[in-house]
């Protein structure tokens, strides 16, 4: 029985070598051949691989890492190097290799089959390259992978379910590709992984549950697919989660409405949260306020309402609140000028109401940071408070457009020396354009259309060298047109029209 067992061994490995007749007779010469192979099967117009001959000792041919000992090769990394072309079936004969790294070339093609041979293999980064076919089930055989980086292709069909036996992975990234069906459910036993990337693909169904129990995860990021139903609640049990994606998805499911879930209060090493493009509806809950690690917060255009909750003072590291395009009602929270290092704060598209000056003004706190402004389309039907000049410095971006606002720009709207766009439009303000609009070296975009704005176009227009884009037209402007302004070199588009403005057209234009 036992000789039996032997000749049907060696039948085996006999048939073997006739079916793979890229097996080498040494190691040695096997790392050389594959690399030859791969050599051949690419075109490389910059002589990245020039070195690359039998005249030298592999180990010396660039991206080639080798291991002491045996003098096999452990990493071969040949990224960014514009190498186009496919991968030889050679490659899987390169067993001692822990680390594959092709990313950022013009690859395309299948995967070899082969490279299932690769047991040692660690890191296998491909991305950013224009393979195709499916995600092989046997990339779930290769079970030393702790990083799995295939995105940016063009791999197509499912993610295969076999992916769940990488027991090791700590990062999986098939970003950017046009893979479909669900999420796979058996997901939850890679407890090792840190970082999920599934972002950009068409992939449907639900977030599955037991994502939440990867308690390792950091990253989750998951926008631009179409993936539906509620945000699991099992997820506040992700208490090393800092960075959430979920954005331009369908998160509702056959339910119309979802609100986010209080658990998510529990993930308290978040940094980062992007919800926007779904449609979550509800409150924001209060309990986002324990966040406190929150340096970036999106949950702009769903269907949030209520008010802003005033808990939101106490996340002193955001930099970014985008919380635009829902049905927000109230007022702007006054301790949020307590978020001293906030640099983009956008609430445009809500029902925000009532005035804004002390909100304005406690604004003055963010000395250094706050670069834009955005609190278009809400009905605050009041007047641009002279505090409006106490904001940030580094105020860059500042639009108020279509608020009903009233009265005249104040003249503090010129101790805002660093604004690049400022946007007024819609409004009902009325008097002259400020002169102290000269104090705005750096202005390059002025919208002030659709308001009651009268008198003469002020010359001090003529002193903002940098605008690009002025656009003054269905207001109450008389006189003539400054000919001062044909002299803006860098003006690109200017609108004058509906207004009572008399005379030719300056020569100077």
């Known amino acids: 029985m036992g000789n039996l067992i032997f000749h049907f061994s060696f039948m085996l490995f006999m048939l073997y070598l006739m079916l793979c007749p890229s097996l080498c007779h040494s190691n040695f010469t096997c790392d050389e051949l594959a690399l030859l192979a791969l050599k051949s099967s690419v075109r490389d117009p910059y002589h990245r691989l020039e070195n690359w001959s039998s005249s030298s000792s592999i180990c010396n041919w660039s991206g080639v890492t080798c291991d002491s000992k045996h003098k096999r090769v452990r990493i071969l990394s040949l990224a960014k190097m514009d190498l186009n072309g496919t991968l030889p079936s050679q490659i899987g004969d390169m067993s001692f290799l822990v680390k594959l790294d092709l990313n950022s070339n013009n690859l395309y093609g299948k995967l070899p089959k082969e490279l299932f041979q690769l047991q040692r293999l660690e890191i296998l980064n491909l991305s950013y390259n224009a393979f195709s076919g499916e995600i092989p089930s046997w990339m779930g055989s290769l079970f030393n992978l702790q990083q799995l980086i295939l995105g940016n292709n063009s791999f197509g069909s499912i993610i295969p379910p076999s992916i769940s036996n990488l027991s090791m992975l700590e990062t999986l990234d098939l970003s950017s590709n046009s893979l479909q069906g669900s999420i796979p459910f058996h997901i939850g036993r890679l407890q090792h992984l840190k970082t999920l990337r599934l972002s950009v693909n068409k992939l449907s169904g639900i977030i599955p549950p037991p994502i939440s129990n990867i308690s390792s995860l950091e990253l989750i990021s998951l926008p631009v697919n179409v993936l539906q139903g509620p945000i699991p609640i099992e997820m506040n049990k992700l208490t090393k989660l800092k960075i959430i994606y979920l954005e331009d998805n369908k998160l509702t499911g056959q339910i119309p409405r979802r609100d986010i879930p209080k658990e998510i209060s529990n993930i308290t090493n978040a940094n980062k949260i992007y919800l926007d493009n ?103 039907q009041m007047k641009l408070p002279k505090s409006i000049g106490n904001l940030s410095d580094s105020l860059q971006t500042l639009m108020i457009d279509f608020c009903g606002i009233n009265g005249s720009i104040p003249l503090e709207i010129g101790n805002l020396s660093n604004l690049v766009q400022l946007s007024f439009a819609g409004n009902v303000l009325n008097g002259l354009i400020p002169t102290t609009i000269s104090n705005l070296q750096d202005l390059q975009y002025l919208n002030l259309v659709g308001n009651e704005l009268d008198g003469l176009i002020v010359d001090e227009l003529c002193d903002v060298r940098t605008i690009a884009y002025l656009y003054l037209s269905q207001n109450k402007f008389s006189g003539a047109v400054p000919s001062c302004l044909g002299n803006l070199m860098s003006l690109q588009e200017l609108y004058l029209g509906s207004n009572k403005l008399i005379s030719e057209i300056p020569s100077s234009f």
């Open 278 to 380: 779904n449609q979550l509806s509800r409150h924001i809950p209060k309990g986002i306020g324990k966040l406190t690690m929150l340096q970036e917060l999106s949950l702009a255009n769903n269907n949030f309402e209520g008010n802003i909750p005033i808990e939101i003072r106490s996340l002193t590291n955001l930099k970014i609140i985008d919380l635009s395009v829902n049905q927000l009602f109230g007022h702007i929270p006054r301790g949020i000028g307590n978020l001293t290092v906030l640099q983009d704060l956008n609430l445009e598209i809500n029902n925000l109401e009532g005035s804004i000056s002390m909100e304005i003004g406690n604004l003055q706190q963010l000395e250094t940071h706050l670069e834009t402004l955005i609190l278009s389309k809400n009905p605050l």
